[in-house]
Structures are given as structure tokens and as C-alpha cells.
């Protein structure tokens, strides 16, 4: 692929200092925007190879690997795809977006680790809920955090993957939902869901002398509808899996959607769903960019990516070896350079210049460790 013109590296540099200045960081944010910064260049170190036909010199640079990182994420999405289809029920599967009011950005913001860990909970528990009500059994999901919009604003939800499959009080299983149709009630979703959310928001700012402050927002956030999207059956898991994978191991911008930098600003491209997906640009100050950009920082070591009820990992040791239907893997042997090849058609080690020849390490370059990049040791 070719690299794009900007990078989110060169926002980071450009405009870093004064950011620090302005804006409070803490030091596991900092070390994220240090290592997208530093990334794939001489400060991370790298290697240098040689081609075994044509003898070309080729020098690469090693990856900072950080999953908030747009250059760091291409392979991990492909494997993703591929795992979560090789463990899931070879059935219609639905996809379920969890979404909660922007008035309670503010909120979330307090203590997003928190926050994220109660949405996960409640989402999982509305879905489970309604799997005994309305089947009388056992569901499974897979749950996916997005945090972001296409303007970098800040818009914390969840999507779903739901099998149209449950596991009866008996120990035996049964087919729920209509294929091609939706699975649940939208409307009950959503109000269940807000009610669940509301009552543990509310006790967390008791406890914390906080209710209070957000009293017009927690009245507001109980008088709005929330909202739960539901789409019909995608058809078996692949469909669905494929669609989100596109999404799940994204952050919260792609290097080809920046299309100028300069002194004072940042321009990119965005979708404006509002407008008929229209493709539009936002010009938005550097520092601004990187407030926005570092509200999507992920706490350290938060999970994004959830299973749960069949699809947890104790479910799925206990349970693979007596359904059928599970997809068994086909290529538990494959050293990541030949899976590579597999999924894409692509060979990392293939000489860039005569085609034909295999890139082979002969040297490394240890990593600069000058002052600067401490911090990324």
C-alpha cells in the first residue's frame, strides 16, 4: 500500500508541544502519541535486508505494534476476521449497536474505564435478558467498543455480533430469531438498556457527590429515547464478521483521510451520515485534533473486544468438542509470513524491486535512545 502524503505521526510533531501546554495529558496518553510518533522510524530501530536474487539492500523500520496506531493494524484485522469466524456457530447471525446519549458524554469522560466496563456489562445483560424472555435460553455475543464518529467527536457505543442460536435449560440447543428478519424489539432494547445504565449512573454519582452537578443531565438523559440499531440477518457468520471487521481494529482516523497540514491546522475527510453519507473535510486546529484524538485513547489494558454466554472463552473449552457445527480451523500450522500470503496474496518477504527474490535479515539497527525517546523504551 502506499504510504499516505500526511500521517498522524507528522500532526503529533508538529503540534505536540503545544498541546502538552494547553491540555492536561496523562502519562499512558502520552506514550501512545510518543509511539504512533516514533513509529516505523530509526528511533524504534529496525533491520536491514538483502534479496537473495538481485541483491537489493532494503531498509525497514520496526512498528511501535500500539493498537491506537493507523500504520499497526492491517494484519491484526485479517487474523481478527479469521479467528472470530473459525469459532463461531455456523448460523444466521444478527449485528446489534448499542448507543447512549451525548448528553452523557460528560459523564463518561469522569472515568471512561468505568463507564466502558458498565456499558459492556448492561449491553450484555439487556441482550441476555431477552434471550430468556423471549426463547427461554442461553444466547452468546460478541462485543465490539467504537468510542468515535467520523469528525473525531466523541461517541462511545458498542456493536453486536448475536447467533441465532441458544442453549436450552436442557443442555440442548435451538435455533432463535427468523432468518432475514430482526431479532429483537428494538424498542424494548432500548428501554431496558436505559434503565439498567441509569440506575448504576445514578448511584455512581452518589457515591461520588456528584449527582447534583448532573442533575439537569441525568433528567435530560432519562427523557430522551435511546437508541438501538438492529439490522436484519446478515446470513451466516461470515457475512457479519467480515462487514465489522472492517471496523474493529480501525482507531480513530486513518492516515488517507488527512489530506493537508499546515502551520496552525489540520484538514481531513469525513462521512456525513446526517447528509446522505456525503464525503466532506473538516479543518480543525492541531491542537484541537489532538484533544479529540486522545479522547479515543483507550485506558491501559481496557479489552475492547468482549465474549459472552456461548461464545465465552469457559463456554467455548467446555462446548467445542461436542457441537458439530463449530467451525474447526484449517490452518492451525501456518507461520504468520504463509497466513499472510493465504488471506491477502501478499508477501511481506518478497523482494519490492525484481519480484522474484526473498528479503532476507543481515543486519539490525538497535533503536536510538536518545533523550527524546525515552519515553518509548
Not at 500521517?7 to 510518543?34: C, G, P, W
Not at 459523564?107 to 458498565?118: A, E, G, M, V
Not at 497466513?339 to 532476507?360: A, E, M, N
Amino acid at each position: 500500500m502506499k504510504r499516505s502524503q500526511y500521517e498522524v505521526a507528522d500532526v503529533i510533531t508538529r503540534f505536540k508541544n503545544d498541546f502538552f501546554a494547553q491540555h492536561s495529558v496523562n502519562s499512558y496518553q502520552m506514550r501512545t502519541l510518543y509511539a504512533l510518533e516514533k513509529c516505523r522510524t530509526a528511533a524504534l530501530g529496525g533491520y536491514v535486508t538483502v534479496c537473495d536474487s538481485c541483491n537489493t539492500k532494503v531498509q525497514a523500520y520496526n512498528s511501535c505494534r500500539n493498537r491506537h496506531c493507523p500504520k499497526c493494524q492491517g494484519s491484526k484485522q485479517i487474523f481478527w476476521v479469521e479467528d472470530l469466524i473459525n469459532s463461531t456457530f455456523d448460523v444466521t447471525h444478527f449485528h446489534i449497536v448499542f448507543t447512549i446519549p451525548h448528553i452523557l458524554n460528560e459523564i463518561c469522560l469522569c472515568d471512561t474505564k468505568w463507564f466502558f466496563n458498565i456499558m459492556f456489562h448492561y449491553v450484555w445483560d439487556t441482550l441476555k435478558t431477552f434471550g430468556y424472555s423471549d426463547f427461554a435460553c442461553e444466547t452468546a455475543a460478541v462485543c465490539m467498543l467504537h468510542t468515535w464518529g467520523q469528525n473525531l467527536s466523541f461517541h462511545p457505543h458498542i456493536h453486536c455480533i448475536v447467533p441465532a442460536i441458544g442453549k436450552r435449560f436442557s443442555g440442548s440447543y435451538k435455533h432463535i430469531g427468523k432468518t432475514y428478519s430482526y431479532l429483537y424489539n428494538v424498542n424494548k432494547l432500548s428501554s431496558v438498556f436505559r434503565g439498567k445504565m441509569m440506575q448504576k449512573i445514578v448511584l455512581f454519582l452518589k457515591n461520588n457527590n456528584l449527582l447534583y452537578s448532573f442533575k439537569n443531565t441525568i433528567n435530560e438523559a432519562y427523557s430522551k429515547d435511546w437508541v438501538v440499531h438492529s439490522k436484519p440477518a446478515f446470513g451466516k457468520a461470515e457475512h457479519v464478521i467480515a462487514y465489522l471487521g472492517n471496523y474493529t481494529q480501525r482507531v480513530a482516523i486513518s492516515n488517507n483521510r488527512i489530506v493537508s497540514i499546515d502551520e496552525q491546522n489540520v484538514v481531513f475527510r469525513y462521512k456525513d451520515y446526517a447528509d446522505n453519507e456525503k464525503t466532506k473535510t473538516m479543518k480543525l486546529s492541531g491542537v484541537e485534533f489532538l484533544r479529540r484524538f486522545c479522547m479515543h485513547i483507550l485506558p491501559k489494558g481496557f479489552v475492547k473486544i468482549r465474549r459472552y454466554g456461548l461464545y465465552s472463552s469457559r463456554m467455548r473449552t467446555l462446548e467445542k468438542k461436542q457441537i458439530n457445527k463449530m467451525i474447526v480451523p484449517e490452518h492451525a500450522h501456518e507461520t504468520t509470513r504463509e497466513r499472510l500470503i493465504r488471506l491477502t496474496g501478499f508477501d511481506v518477504c518478497l523482494c519490492p524491486f525484481c519480484k522474484k527474490g526473498t528479503l532476507v535479515p543481515v543486519h539490525e539497527r538497535p533503536r536510538i535512545r536518545s533523550p527524546d525517546n525515552q519515553s518509548i523504551a
